[in-house]
């Protein structure tokens, strides 16, 4: 009750200016400024009560972004995970300086992977990237003039590739998450990921656009 | 009288009702409160993955910029503001950048310029499209209306305030602006664009992109468009209609895991009118402003090796061809540069970055020389071999840096250019950097300053027994000297939390050996074509210095997920002072040409069912010296993208006033009024 006082109290108010100052002058001169900017008001309003995010939720594309790459995990089936390498946590690295990491940071807090504690890396350097395990990797728009290198170094161990540079699964990336309109779009390169020993489950895959050693299969 | 109270009244009026609708907005978005962060992420946790991919998501998040921690003032127009804002021209969203003047002059011109010197022919900043230089060694400027590509296909625009001179080489005196394309990766599938407005009938672009091999990518883009007439100080169409097509492909290529190859052309050509207040002649009489129409073509090709060896060490190796062809009343010419490049960086050791890098340019021109302006000699072509070499050094790991470097370039003008600067960058915390710098930079001098013959104004003396014709006339000046300046920097960034951050720069600039004009009456001497007279001339020569000093503020602020706000304020004052020995009196005005305050205000919003609504509001101070009264200029776009493929926008450009001036009349063109203009558009994307 008492946000509508203040609402309605609002548009009176930015109403209200316009009669403040001599109108004719600024009427005379230029009707059309005068009426645009009504109009302006009025359609904002308009566009602001029935759009208004508060009835559907609007959310930051990297946040749902993150909880996907947690999400991931259960429609991946790594090759070595029966082995002994079990008790170690399963890590998300990312490479580079993105809006995803804080994000990511919140969303794994205390979550597990099949029974495996989810822990969270930042690599700087390619070294890192050959010296230390890790499951998934997020490689940053800033680190795609070094993605060759990358994919190189991957190449072989049980990694899944993730980022949401455009075109990352035509440059043998495996998953690519897009923004697309308003809407997040999964593009998989399947050929990639099963090169690496990586299954994807069918589920997963439904979802996707499907993208095989540069042809688009869909 | 009556039209300056009525500019006093509108400008606050102005002002005020954007704030309205400002506030009216924080209310209405304020009021319910937002969920909490982590409400929404254990919501989204919740969710099936099917679900969460339908999640409607925003886009307005700040990008995080690489440069976000280089030790000079860098400000990043990423391709998402382009976007947003509807800008269809790159000089137009170089105004998203605060402390760079952007002035339209009409329909086809702009003046654009950092720190000051604005003109229709500033010759302080250097533009790269890709690596390739599009300033014209005609002038040291830069036509902004051949400067164009597939806007949907700009990746960012780097613009560095400040010299820009150790890496980039001589003319990033006062800045230096960097527009990327997109690779072509990020490019595949279908767009098609159209639009059309109030004073645009007709803009198309078209694009495709597939894959090439497993590992490369290509693009093929073709645009056309057609721009009406702006309107005259009196309301009148100005005479300033312009149309140009386009196109152009790139193609990227990993060749293996350390070498990636990019290659680029683009070709295109084009008409526009403008409008002429050209001088007497000695043979035809001055005739008032009147339209005059000019056409422009040109083709470029650009070939890019890197080569990565892991961590340590990375090369690139550039070449382009550019081709330039400009025939207007008052210049033709042709206009060709071959231009290779080669930089390395390598880990010298622990704590130091080495960077390191050889250019060679080689520019042909021919100017056809007209009535009124010709160089001589007609036809020239220049060399340009240039060397640089820059130290990144960890003086503490994570807290502070030291850049050192210096550029070595050698041009047929001057000779040798030496362009050394220090940088000191601090970082007292994770969230907060500082940094200072001392550079030093010049503008070389170009064909303008070094050929030019440029017929004035004639003047017949009465006399007994004939009356004696004299004609004023500017030479360039084979003595013209290369403008200098040293610059010192203050800067600081800040970034309290996720959804705010805080960019401030300082600068004292103090320049020497400035362009004046200097009449040198002794030197007069008859000519016999096409009609006897006297020559009077005048030359250019470097007898002016000054300062110039200021701040430059930005500020973002994301209060909701689906909500930015980014403002921007630049002030900055000039001071030139001719030497004792100058007759100038017109080189001081410079100082007028460019505003004092800049304001800026854009708001970036996201509605349910994929609406958005884009507002920018710029205040630009009056140019005193031209008599161009201050501006309040306001942007809106609402667009609507119901799914991944299409999206329809309309533009409302210059809201609040029917008409307004951004420059003066300047070098015999007439500038015309900036028109509240209404666009529309559509693209599909595939």
Redesign the interface.
């Not at chain 1, 759009?51 to 749902?64: G, H, M, R």
């Not at chain 1, 795609?144 to 290198?149: L, T």
């Given at each position: 009750m008492r946000?509508h006082t203040?609402?309605w109290h609002?548009?009176k108010?930015?109403f209200a200016?316009r009669p403040s100052?001599?109108p004719a002058?600024?009427t005379n001169?230029?009707p059309?400024?005068r009426r645009?900017?009504g109009f302006?008001?009025v359609?904002?309003?308009c566009?602001?009560?029935t759009?208004?995010?508060?009835?559907?939720?609007?959310?930051?594309?990297?946040?749902?972004k993150a909880?996907?790459l947690?999400?991931l995990a259960n429609?991946v089936s790594w090759p070595d995970h029966h082995a002994a390498s079990d008790i170690r946590p399963f890590t998300i690295a990312v490479m580079g300086?993105?809006?995803l990491a804080?994000?990511l940071e919140?969303?794994v807090a205390d979550e597990s992977i099949a029974g495996r504690k989810v822990v969270l890396q930042h690599f700087k350097?390619?070294?890192d990237l050959e010296a230390q395990p890790c499951d998934l990797l997020f490689v940053?728009?800033?680190q795609?003039?070094?993605?060759?290198?990358i994919?190189?170094i991957v190449r072989g161990r049980a990694i899944m590739t993730v980022s949401d540079?455009?075109?990352?699964t035509?440059?043998?990336g495996m998953v690519g998450l897009l923004?697309?309109?308003?809407?997040?779009?999964?593009e998989i390169n399947r050929k990639e990921a099963k090169g690496n020993g990586l299954e994807i489950s069918a589920?997963?895959l439904r979802?996707a656009r499907i993208v095989d050693?540069?042809?688009e299969e869909r | 009288m009556t039209a300056h109270l009525y500019q006093s009244i509108q400008r606050p009026l102005a002002i005020r009702r954007v704030w309205a609708v400002f506030i009216l907005l924080i209310s209405i978005w304020l009021a319910p409160a937002p969920g909490m962060a982590d409400e929404k992420l254990d919501y989204l946790k919740s969710l099936k993955i099917e679900d969460l991919l339908n999640t409607e998501v925003t886009s307005v998040s700040k990008k995080p910029e690489k440069l976000a921690d280089a030790p000079a003032a860098i400000f990043v127009i990423t391709a998402e503001d382009i976007r947003r804002t509807g800008v269809r021209t790159i000089a137009e969203a170089l105004r998203m950048a605060p402390g760079i003047q952007v002035a339209r002059m009409d329909a086809n011109k702009w003046a654009v310029s950092a720190r000051g010197f604005n003109d229709t022919f500033s010759n302080k900043l250097l533009v790269l499209i890709d690596g390739r230089s599009v300033y014209t060694p005609l002038f040291s400027g830069v036509f902004w209306d051949v400067q164009d590509t597939m806007i949907e296909d700009i990746d960012r625009i780097e613009v560095i305030r400040g010299p820009g001179a150790t890496l980039w080489g001589a003319n990033a005196v006062n800045g230096v602006i960097n527009i990327i394309t997109k690779s072509a990766q990020k490019t595949q599938g279908a767009l098609v664009s159209v639009g059309t407005g109030s004073h645009e009938p007709f803009n198309a672009a078209v694009r495709y992109g597939d894959q090439l091999g497993p590992d490369g990518a290509w693009r093929l883009y073709a645009k056309g468009f057609r721009r009406g007439d702006y309107v005259n100080g009196d309301g009148d169409d100005a005479s300033d209609a312009w149309d140009a097509m386009r196109g152009g492909f790139r193609l990227d290529m990993d060749l293996n895991a350390r070498d990636a190859l990019m290659v680029q052309g683009d070709i295109y050509q084009g008409n526009e009118d403008q409008t002429l207040d050209l001088p007497e002649t000695l043979s035809t009489p001055a005739a008032g402003p009147q339209p005059y129409s000019a056409d422009f073509s040109g083709a470029d090709i650009l070939a890019r090796w890197r080569r990565f060896d892991g961590d340590k060490s990375d090369f690139t190796l550039q070449f382009y061809y550019d081709h330039t062809e400009r025939r207007q009343f008052v210049l033709q010419g042709i206009i060709d540069t071959v231009d290779l490049d080669f930089q390395h960086r390598f880990q010298l050791s622990a704590r130091q970055e080495m960077s390191w890098g050889l250019g060679y340019r080689y520019t042909q021109d021919d100017i056809q020389s007209g009535d009124s302006i010709s160089m001589i000699p007609d036809s020239r072509y220049d060399q340009l071999f240039s060397a640089f070499v820059q130290d990144e050094i960890v003086l503490q790991p994570d807290k502070w840096w030291l850049t050192m470097g210096s550029k070595l370039e050698h041009n047929d003008y001057t000779g040798v250019e030496i362009q050394p600067s220090v940088r000191l960058r601090w970082k007292p915390t994770g969230v907060q950097t500082a940094w200072a710098a001392a550079s030093r930079a010049v503008r070389t001098p170009s064909r303008t300053d070094h050929d030019l013959r440029s017929n004035r104004d004639v003047v017949v003396v009465p006399g007994i027994p004939f009356p004696t014709t004299y004609q004023n006339v500017i030479f360039g000046d084979d003595n013209f000297e290369s403008e200098e300046l040293l610059a010192f920097e203050l800067g600081h960034r800040w970034q309290p939390d996720t959804r705010l951050s805080f960019d401030t720069a300082t600068f004292y600039n103090q320049y020497d050996n400035l362009r004046t004009l200097e009449l040198n009456s002794a030197a007069a001497y008859a000519e016999m074509n096409p009609t006897p007279h006297i020559v009077v001339p005048y030359y250019w020569d470097n007898q002016m210095e000054g300062e110039t000093f200021g701040v430059e503020l930005v500020a973002s602020w994301q209060p909701l997920d689906f909500w930015k706000l980014t403002a921007g304020y630049a002030w900055m004052q000039m001071l030139l002072r001719i030497d004792a020995g100058s007759q100038d009196s017109m080189a001081e005005d410079q100082a007028g040409f460019s505003p004092m305050n800049q304001i800026q205000l854009r708001s970036a919003l996201d509605l349910s069912h994929g609406w958005s609504f884009d507002t920018e509001l710029y205040y630009v101070d009056e140019l005193e010296a031209m008599n161009v009264p201050a501006y309040t200029r306001v942007d809106l776009r609402v667009g609507w993208q119901p799914s991944a493929q299409w999206e329809f926008s309309l533009n409302i450009e210059n809201l609040l006033d029917d008409r307004h001036a951004e420059f003066g009349d300047r070098t015999d063109i007439v500038a015309s009024q900036i028109p509240r203009q209404i666009y529309g558009q559509i693209t599909w994307r595939y």
């Open positions: 946000m203040s609402f609002i548009v108010t930015a200016m100052i001599s002058l600024i001169r230029h059309l400024g645009l900017g302006t008001t359609a904002l309003l566009a602001a009560l759009l208004s995010p508060a009835k559907a939720e609007i959310f930051d594309q990297y946040q749902v909880v996907f947690l999400n429609f300086r993105n809006n804080p994000y919140r969303a350097l390619l070294k940053s728009e800033d795609m003039s070094i993605w060759p290198q994919r190189a540079v455009e075109g990352f035509h440059r043998g923004t697309s309109g308003r809407k997040i779009n999964i589920k997963l979802l050693s540069g042809k | -």
